[in-house]
């Protein structure tokens, strides 16, 4: 077995007890990009010899040698983002941004950059100035977005970790659809500097996408700056919501969350507790209203009517279509982002998690991103912010953990705790790991387990 | 008056009064999102929030100041 197909802490742990030659490691993983990358257009640029600079630099640290990936949307010194669009409103050079100082001063290598949903303006990662990225459990379906890349790279193991940013559900999104866990963070808790929203952006956060929690608590620590320590869960009351965002759903979906949900509740000796949260559907638009308005500061109607055309026609529709958004509807968002936080706090006096399934519905096809639910057929990306944009509106952080599997294609569960409880998420989901004996963190897609096998 | 989500109406005079040019896939691209927000534009504006405002300098890495 190769030492890539370790977990991103049994890497780390071996580069430091000097049982794995971290030079060995990187050049792995850039051959292993070059092996699997073609199916799935995960990574979209490597710079080995920037990767090597890295490595021979890099500090002592908590992932000293350990190669990752990093999403499209954050520069490095050597390479401006280019947001999966063939152009970008907000201007861009290479940089230092936060998530690549909280890298380089742990130590890790950046073996290559991840695709993206073109703009971060989808949920499923079929549309992308590189092409459409692939999910490595099929291909021909969507990987989720709009970090797209970043996971499929750590669903294919081509590295063990991966940076996202997470706006509208766009860790949680293809972390459900690879099979992986992805935490978003509270807000302003993980690094954001040199993101070209971080200075107007309410709702995006940094964070990491990994096949485990132990392994997103390692480099979510490393993101947020402080460690992230793991507690037993005791007791855990878990809340579920009689809404649309837990009953339209699939049929193999909700079952299999609701099997996790009571899994959990049994092995931390707890509960799962019926809970009130109403209005879920203004609060999801109120979070696209603000996530879309948010950028327009700087926009200009002649500045769009020059967009390059190689930006597709559905970005640059729909960047002009957020010039005609209300602004009583923007004022109201901001409204109902008030009264969700009232609500979620006051939810959060009675339970210590609120749960309910990420997306509704596996990986749809690349060509249609489709997904038919209970109450019809629904494009993936309507009926995957019903159950995101809460955490984003609101502040409050989130992870998505696999429990299943449905048309050979990965299950989510999304676990969301009070501000600051990023670690409880993750106590929960390695708790739930041992209820479930790790079965689904520890499947491999068909893509990493036939070319490992042979 | 009841309200319209008619894209005729909205999308061409929106666009024409900020000065915006749109092609034919764009047009179809903004009436499909048009078609997709607006009445769910509608029902968040015909929502209730009580005595709920926009929290002024909000913290949201932290809960909410204002009461429960």
Request: contains cysteine; hydrophobic residues 45%; negative net charge.
């Amino acid at each position: 077995v190769s030492a890539l197909d370790l977990s991103l802490r049994g890497q780390a742990a071996g580069i430091s007890a000097g049982e794995i030659e971290p030079e060995e490691l990187l050049e792995a993983a850039l051959a292993r990009i070059e092996e699997r990358n073609p199916a799935i257009n995960a990574v979209v640029a490597t710079f080995p010899e920037r990767s090597r600079e890295m490595l021979e630099a890099a500090p002592e640290g908590p992932l000293q040698g350990v190669p990752v990936v990093i999403k499209d949307e954050w520069p490095l010194p050597w390479r401006a983002q280019r947001f999966g669009a063939a152009e970008m409103l907000a201007p861009t050079a290479p940089g230092e941004s936060g998530p690549y100082r909280a890298l380089r001063d742990a130590g890790a290598v950046i073996v290559g950059v991840g695709n993206m949903h073109e703009l971060g303006s989808g949920s499923t990662g079929n549309v992308s100035v590189y092409g459409p990225a692939g999910n490595p459990w099929d291909p021909e379906r969507c990987p989720g977005g709009s970090s797209s890349g970043p996971a499929a790279a750590v669903a294919a193991r081509l590295v063990a970790g991966a940076v996202g940013a997470d706006g509208i559900g766009s860790i949680r999104f293809p972390a459900a659809y690879c099979g992986l866990t992805g935490l978003k963070p509270t807000f302003a808790r993980a690094a954001m500097e040199g993101h070209h929203m971080a200075k107007v952006s309410t709702t995006i956060v940094s964070g990491p996408l990994c096949a485990d929690a132990a392994d997103a608590r390692l480099l979510g620590s490393v993101l947020c700056g402080e460690e992230m320590a793991a507690t037993e869960p005791r007791g855990l009351r878990i809340g579920v919501v009689r809404d649309r965002v837990s009953e339209d759903v699939a049929p193999s979906v909700r079952a299999a969350c609701e099997e996790a949900i009571g899994a959990l509740a049994a092995e931390t000796g707890g509960e799962v507790v019926e809970i009130e949260l109403a209005d879920l559907g203004p609060a999801a638009l109120a979070t696209v209203l603000i996530a879309n308005v948010e950028g327009l500061g700087g926009v200009t109607p002649s500045r769009l009517n020059s967009l390059d055309p190689e930006l597709s026609p559905l970005g640059r529709g729909l960047l002009k279509y957020r010039m005609l958004l209300p602004a009583a509807a923007t004022v109201k968002a901001a409204v109902v982002r008030t009264l969700m936080r009232r609500r979620v706090a006051a939810a959060f006096d009675e339970v210590d998690l609120i749960a309910w399934p990420t997306v509704p519905a596996v990986a749809p096809p690349l060509q249609a991103p489709l997904v038919e639910l209970p109450s019809g057929t629904l494009t993936a990306d309507q009926a995957n912010v019903r159950g995101a944009g809460l955490a984003n509106l609101t502040g409050i952080p989130a992870i998505s953990v696999p429990v299943g599997l449905s048309e050979g294609l990965p299950i989510g569960l999304q676990l969301q705790a009070a501000w600051g409880r990023d670690e409880l998420l993750l106590d929960a989901a390695e708790a739930l790991e041992r209820a479930n004996g790790r079965r689904w963190v520890d499947s491999l897609p068909p893509l990493a387990a036939e070319t490992t096998e042979a | 008056m009841e309200a319209s989500n008619r894209a005729e109406d909205f999308i061409p005079a929106g666009l024409a009064s900020f000065g915006i040019e749109a092609d034919e896939i764009e047009l179809a691209v903004i009436g499909a999102a048009h078609a997709m927000f607006w009445p769910a534009i509608l029902e968040l504006l015909d929502l209730d929030a009580g005595d709920a405002v926009p929290e002024p300098r909000a913290d949201l890495s932290l809960p909410p100041a204002a009461p429960r």
